[in-house]
Every structure is written in structure tokens, then in C-alpha cells.
């Protein structure tokens, strides 16, 4: 049973475009909800994370949206740059422990110039 | 500052055959998780040690194990290797298990059965 879905699989976007990534989770008991960015031959990089708390987060070119209701969140990535092509995984915790995450089944980013 | 290493980068194996890998967490964090990533899916949890101790096991089977030492080192071993055992297997350290912040990666061992 798959706790985090996520989609699209796959997204091209145009350099200064807007890249939008959806999950969704099921455990209610989820309360951390990061975002990982990872290139090829490298580990996961955390992006950035929400708390079920607040229902947006921004850091730069990148925003959470977070809707508790519809147990839904998403990774908006502002003015798309070619070095932003990666594969992006949103994941989910309880007791905020990221050490214990489930992780959705990515997506992989290009960004054309 | 060091991140988390881990090691072997890359090893082939056969099936039956017996693997271990290892993997040291940032100086400081006392958490380390281990996790399968096969190719074109997320990180899979398999474990995570806090002060030694075992403080989370995903759907694994007992083919799995893993232990932390007293540097709060780690080392996965799998036996009776499966062609399926195939993935890139990372490790991960946060300072503990509640409020942990971020989450960091190595860059994984790529694991091979043939």
C-alpha cells in the first residue's frame, strides 16, 4: 500500500516556466512533509519542508502548498532554470522523524533553454 | 565538515552470496536510517538506529539486518541475495529521531546481484 502518490512522473518544462509537482498522502498521522531534490549518482538533497500548521511555505524559487483537508501538498518551482533538472521526491513522516520517511515515486524535471 | 560517507560506491555480487555495507553519519547526529531506492522509485525505509538501538524496521525481510556502533557508525548486511536486492541503498543522518530537521543522504551504495 502506497502511503505518498505522486505525479506526474515525468515534466518538461521551458526555461522561466512554472514546474508543479502534486502529492498526496493517506496517514493522517503524517506531520512533516519535505521535499527532496536528487541528480543523477547523488543522494537525496532536502529542498525544503512544511509543517501541517501552516499551508504555504516559500524559499527562493521554491513553495509548498499544503492542504490538510484534501491531504494534498505540492512543489511549485518559480522561473525554471535548466540546472533545476532532477528527480524530485516528496516524502512524509510522523513525529516529524525524517529519519523514518515514506517516500512518493518521483518525478523527473527538464527544463528546456 | 564531512557528510555522510558510505561504502563500497559500487559492488556486484551473486545471488546466495552475503553483503555488507557501511556508512558514517555526519559528526554529531546519532540518528542513522538506511533506505533501498530501486531504480525509477522513491527511497525505500528499511531501518533506523538511535543510540544503538533499532527504532524502526520498513517491510523488509529478515534477509535484512543492520546495527550502529558506538561512533554511531552503521552497517547494513542483507544475506541470500535475490536478483530483486538490485538497488542503490543510502544512508541517512539527522541529529535524532523527533524534530530531526533535515534529513542528509550519502550518495549511496549501488548494489548489484547477479
Known amino acids: 500500500q502506497q502511503q505518498v502518490k505522486q505525479s506526474p512522473q515525468s515534466l518538461i518544462v521551458q526555461k522561466g516556466g512554472i514546474s508543479i509537482i502534486n502529492c498526496a498522502y493517506e496517514?493522517?498521522?503524517?506531520?512533516?512533509f519535505p521535499w527532496y531534490q536528487q541528480f543523477p549518482g547523488k543522494g537525496p538533497a532536502l529542498l525544503i519542508a512544511?509543517?501541517?500548521?501552516?499551508s504555504e511555505k516559500k524559499e527562493g524559487r521554491f513553495t509548498i502548498s499544503f492542504n490538510k483537508s484534501a491531504k494534498q501538498f505540492s512543489l511549485h518551482i518559480m522561473d525554471s532554470q535548466p540546472g533545476d533538472s532532477a528527480t524530485y521526491f516528496c516524502?512524509?513522516?510522523?513525529?516529524?522523524?525524517?529519519?523514518?520517511?515514506?517516500f512518493g515515486d518521483g518525478t523527473t524535471l527538464t527544463v528546456k533553454p | 565538515d564531512a557528510g555522510v560517507t558510505q561504502s563500497p560506491t559500487h559492488l556486484i555480487k551473486t545471488r546466495g552470496q552475503q553483503v555488507t555495507l557501511r556508512c558514517s553519519p555526519i559528526?554529531?547526529?546519532?540518528?542513522v536510517s538506511w533506505y533501498q531506492q530501486v531504480l525509477g522509485q522513491g527511497p525505500q525505509f528499511i531501518f533506523q538506529?538511535?543510540?544503538?538501538?533499532?527504532?524502526g524496521r520498513g517491510n523488509f525481510p529478515d534477509r535484512f539486518s543492520a546495527r550502529q556502533f558506538p561512533n554511531y557508525s552503521s552497517e547494513l548486511n542483507v544475506n541470500a541475495l535475490l536478483l530483486g536486492d538490485s538497488a542503490l541503498y543510502l544512508c541517512?543522518?539527522?541529529?535524532?529521531?523527533?524534530?530531526?530537521?533535515?534529513?542528509?543522504f550519502g550518495e549511496g551504495s549501488r548494489l548489484t546481484v547477479l
Open positions: 541517512a543522518s539527522s541529529p535524532g529521531t523527533q524534530n530531526t530537521g533535515e534529513l542528509f
Open positions: 496517514n493522517t498521522a503524517f506531520d512533516y
Open positions: 559528526s554529531g547526529h546519532k540518528s
Open positions: 512544511i509543517r501541517p500548521d501552516v
Open positions: 538506529y538511535y543510540e544503538k538501538e533499532e527504532r
Open positions: 516524502a512524509a513522516s510522523i513525529d516529524t522523524n525524517a529519519g523514518k520517511s515514506t
